[in-house]
């Protein structure tokens, strides 16, 4: 359905017409080709408007993806999710067409590159890791990679959005758990445990959690666009624009943290070089250009991971309070919108209701809820086939209606003050097939076999995949997706570096981490099925004659399974015992949240099978 | 039960006389220091009798370790598995005893070398990546590591066995199935499509297979001690004794392998230098001589995995028929054993059999049968808490009787000419407790788990073992070692790159490849239980509407498992079935091949549940 996407790029004239500019920018400047990635000086997944330079250049709005524009070619690279739609947004003519992890750029260079060649990236805009394999692919080609000061694009793109001004504000210390100051210490005590005299920190989240601060310069994610560098002494350098800093951050900031400019970060680099420092980067997501800076003033540079990334996703019990009470507003917002949906006479009973309009409602249900700021990613409203695409975006050209016979797949979430919340839920509108039934069913042993797992201490959630996709498995069928990710604290609905997936991660699932259990089945051109809670990790007491530390999960989410899906004779007795305790747990939590004619609905969706 | 263990090593004196000998020797060569790893050229798991330097010198006869002497300290470095055996065999004023894992060599130097000291190394010894790391940890001392000509140790030696010199024979084509032509052809190919012009091969198993050649020159692997180098062209230059070559070997081996003896390998190595060729070695096992060598000849290195890994462990048609026949040989032995154990009035009936006598009898069982060349691993006879100890190796010290109440376990396994076997079975002597019981259902419900696992192309080991663990987890327990290792047809039994364990291995497992499946359990001074099975890879017809290629296991392994342990309160219905159905097809396998009373004896072992 993504091939039907609206165009929300330029028309292909205006893509010649900036592809032209560029490569004529380009030409000014000494270049023969130009790299331009998804990305901002953050790697955030969400970016301000001003960063999307590779949707204004070549009309591309997926969420990854990359161009290197050459002198008389061009290539743009997306993986699979966004065939279809680059297909539908890009002029071919234009942009050859490359698969971002089959060939990726680096790969793709080589072929590509006239020896000698000089070609220009944005240092900003790449990490260490990545930078590092452009150049290897430019010295294979006999290239030269260049980094540029400012980027070309921006000097073509005369309506270039500004940057975002919206100001910073204090996370509450009964929200956050823990002060800024005790997390300056630990992570202090931690760099000097390693030798390390300080560590840059370049993800928006990382210095929103270190320094207690939240922002709104993107969508979805409640940061502020900042750098910081963290010193072995505790104190940090806080690089942000000074708009964003009204007295009562600073007073909230203390004296320990110096605040200074955007344009001020780079003198903080030079300092620690000039003071010799062995400063600690993130291999992925420090930019280059930080790289670069540093070891010009002569730091010692040691790449490792981001310091603030693992004590983040441990959360305090402040955060998982949090967690379970933003979850039993968020789910009291669900079940009003699943009552309302599904209900005797409900919205979905017509046929007319469509995915925007049922997108919206829950929207609205949503809005309703205390500490509530917003929804944490766009919402995935699909019915029927439409369902089957699993990162699909609904828009006025693929709206359908919600009708009979139909799966609808609905995964959504909300930032609140407390807690940072990611559910899907997948209903029959009307009665559901055979194929249907047996599908979901298999979906919902596995995520059932997550949710009851036991586990040593030290395991990871790579270890643990095998139990969701298990009964998929037995009837030859599977998804292409990860089992769960990690989730931030009013932060980043997808934060690491936990999580549970068959691609191999050695991080071992802690009590306090917070992750997705969502497997799924997806028939394309049919329907598509997920079926999403939160978890959070707990250490369990064993049983008698346990031997090992365990640990387990505790689920957060709170919304009914839908039981018209769930065929009972392929079911376990435990597995409908699972199921049972947990439909008690929401009607009990739930009910006293919401209104007379929901908890009527919920008393019904939540009866035992 | 290790820590009783009889002291094969010198004497406490014997131990402080080599050292101070080799100490001197050190000073005649102008060296600090010197490191003796477990290890010979070929990093093969099993060595020559004169490649024992650290047993001769240290006392420690594990199959793990390393030791590094310095002008005052000296330490000796095993891991978990032989922390009592060391105590046992190793004088602590001699040898600090270090972690080999938790503080391996490599984090140990920095902080026990002098600056300026000069740390000798035998580069024959250390693979790529090691060597590396010794590099490093001297550097950070700022020590220098030398490269020793030859080894020190070899000086002091006086009575150092000479090395093998068992003749090498063909491996016949009606065992291996493909021609070395077609191997050596096949191997050519894969190199060229990498751009390279030659790749390094020292691990004998490596030769072994490429050239279809076996021999005599270590214990439980039929391999002859020999490097190779496989060219672009197809050709191969093979370094060995030609005391191993005669006629018959020459003619095998053709125009197409230039063969030559251990000394002309540098030669070897210097003509690719000379051409200036690219060459392939692999990281973990090449030693750094060879490294060094081709380096200062002039060759490309490249750093790789050896290429003759992956093909050999995916077997072929004959290969895997060879396994299958062999099995039935092995089954056979296996159950005259047991029957011969626990048959009515059976030899353990007494009280008086021990492990020792148990393993003889079941070598002589083994021995008769056809093809048989030897055991593939040194048989592990543990009864009670001997059963505990993974790694347990019996000896005239720590011999038990097995004695009612007991769990035996063995786990031993033959080489034949057509496979290589290795099997473990846990036996109640007499009436067995309930925990016992409980246990070894679990473990058992594990196994069948992963016998029965279906699952998508492209998935690794690591994947799957989870399944195995499940059941142990529910009830607070675990084992400490893999699921499932890799073996060799007619060559090493265990042999990757695939696998089953907790540690990521991304490797898929393809069609072809054997594993074992061994779930254990082990309580430390009472019991221990393994069920181990080789398994091998298939292809699967997916059931009706299965949209992906799948993948699931045919077990190999021919024997009862001991119906006394299961506790059927415990098992699904699927279990049940999949326990009577193995055991229907071991009745009908193996009755054939035995005499009548192990017929009898069958029979009931094998009744249904």
Redesign the interface.
């Known amino acids: 359905m993504e091939g039907t996407a609206e165009k929300r790029g330029p028309a292909a004239t205006v893509a010649a017409e900036r592809l032209a500019a560029l490569r004529a920018e380009l030409d000014r400047r000494g270049l023969d080709g130009f790299v331009v990635p998804h990305a901002d000086a953050h790697q955030g997944e969400w970016m301000p408007a001003r960063d999307a330079r590779l949707a204004w250049l070549t009309g591309f709005t997926g969420s990854a993806g990359a161009a290197v524009v050459l002198g008389a070619t061009a290539a743009l690279f997306v993986d699979g999710r966004y065939t279809l739609q680059a297909e539908a947004e890009v002029d071919g003519a234009l942009y050859t067409r490359c698969h971002l992890v089959r060939e990726p750029v680096a790969d793709w260079l080589p072929g590509a590159l006239a020896a000698g060649a000089r070609l220009g990236f944005d240092p900003w805009l790449h990490g260490l890791d990545e930078a590092a394999r452009l150049d290897t692919a430019c010295a294979a080609a006999e290239a030269t990679l260049v980094a540029v000061d400012d980027n070309p694009i921006d000097a073509i793109w005369a309506d270039q959005p500004p940057p975002p001004t919206a100001p910073a504000v204090p996370h509450d210390i009964a929200h956050a758990g823990k002060s800024a100051a005790d997390k300056r210490r630990e992570i202090a005590a931690a760099l000097v445990k390693q030798g390390l005299d300080a560590a840059v920190l370049t993800a928006t989240e990382s210095t929103a959690w270190l320094l207690n601060i939240r922002g709104r310069d993107v969508p979805c994610v409640p940061v502020a666009l900042a750098f910081s560098v963290i010193h072995a002494d505790g104190t940090v350098d806080l690089a942000i624009d000074p708009a964003k800093v009204d007295d009562a951050l600073g007073a909230h900031l203390g004296a320990a943290v110096r605040v200074g400019p955007p344009d001020g970060f780079g003198g903080v680099l030079d300092a620690l070089g000039a003071a010799g420092r062995k400063v600690l980067v993130d291999r992925a997501v420090t930019p280059e250009w930080v790289r670069r800076r540093l070891s010009a003033a002569g730091a010692e540079i040691v790449r490792g991971r981001d310091p603030s990334a693992l004590p983040r996703a441990v959360k305090n019990a402040v955060e998982i309070d949090g967690m379970r009470r933003a979850h039993v507003r968020d789910g009291a917002a669900l079940c009003r919108f699943l009552a309302w949906l599904g209900g005797a006479g409900g919205a979905a009973a017509g046929g007319e209701l469509t995915e925007i309009a049922a997108a919206a409602r829950l929207a609205e249900f949503r809005a309703a809820g205390e500490h509530y700021a917003g929804p944490s990613f766009e919402t995935i409203s699909g019915a029927g086939p439409n369902g089957a695409i699993v990162h699909y975006r609904v828009s006025p050209a693929t709206d359908r209606r919600l009708e009979a016979g139909m799966l609808y797949l609905v995964d959504s979430g909300g930032q609140y003050l407390d807690g940072t919340t990611d559910v899907t839920r997948t209903i029959a509108i009307g009665a559901a097939g055979e194929?249907e039934r047996r599908r979901f069913t298999q979906v919902l042993k596995g995520h059932i076999a997550i949710a009851r797992?036991?586990?040593?201490a030290g395991?990871s959630g790579?270890?643990?995949?095998?139990?969701a996709r298990?009964f998929l498995?037995?009837?030859?069928?599977?998804y292409d997706h990860g089992t769960g990710h990690g989730v931030g604290s009013y932060l980043r609905v997808h934060e690491g570096p936990q999580g549970i997936a068959?691609r191999?991660?050695?991080v071992a699932l802690e009590p306090g981490m917070i992750v997705s259990n969502e497997p799924g089945y997806y028939k394309t051109g049919a329907f598509g099925i997920r079926i999403e809670n939160l978890v959070v990790v707990v250490a369990?007491d064993?049983?008698p004659?346990?031997?090992?530390e365990?640990r387990g999960f505790e689920t957060l989410t709170l919304a009914p399974l839908d039981r018209n899906l769930i065929d009972t004779a392929l079911l376990t007795a435990d597995e409908r015992t699972w199921i049972d305790t947990y439909h008690a747990r929401v009607r009990d939590t739930i009910t006293p949240a919401v209104d007379a004619e929901t908890a009527a609905w919920l008393d019904q969706a939540t009866a035992a099978l």
Chains 1, 2 share one sequence.
């Open positions: 194929e797992a036991r586990f040593p395991t790579s270890q643990l995949d095998v139990l298990q498995w037995a009837d030859g069928v599977d068959t191999p991660n050695a369990l064993g049983p004659g346990a031997e090992r365990m």
